[in-house]
């Protein structure tokens, strides 16, 4: 079974820093694009920033020159270093992944979701 397993959420001040991580696990060839979007309460869902297998990367305006998407390809693994966050960074954030199978087919998965909270 595959799955995206999130970790690296929690609670920060203002200014503070955390690194979130996204590991697909299961019959996985490999990953193409990775993402991560964030869902705040009673907002819709939105792209934070994506990566492709090449490393080109899409960053929402609200957080360039804050966050930093990267991944392993080695790992299928993607992660996201935020910096100087701000309290408007509040929300679930969520690891989206389109994967290719050991059978070669390509479908897209959600992680389950980790909390992130930027409060003084």
């Known amino acids: 079974q595959v799955q995206l397993v999130e970790s690296g959420g929690g609670l920060v001040q203002p200014g503070g820093s955390l690194r979130l991580s996204c590991a697909a696990s299961?019959?996985?060839?490999?990953?193409?694009?990775m993402a991560w979007y964030r869902q705040a309460p009673g907002n819709q869902r939105e792209l934070v920033a994506s990566i492709d297998r090449l490393g080109y990367t899409n960053y929402a305006d609200s957080v360039k020159g804050r966050f930093t998407i990267s991944r392993d390809n080695a790992k299928n693994t993607v992660y996201l270093q935020m910096n100087s966050l701000k309290p408007e960074d509040t929300g679930v954030y969520y690891c989206?992944?389109?994967?290719?199978?050991?059978?070669?087919?390509?479908?897209?998965?959600w992680g389950q979701g980790t909390q992130v909270t930027v409060s003084s």
């Open positions: 989206n992944a389109d994967l290719y199978s050991e059978r070669r087919l390509l479908q897209n998965y």
């Open positions: 299961g019959s996985i060839f490999n990953a193409e694009t």
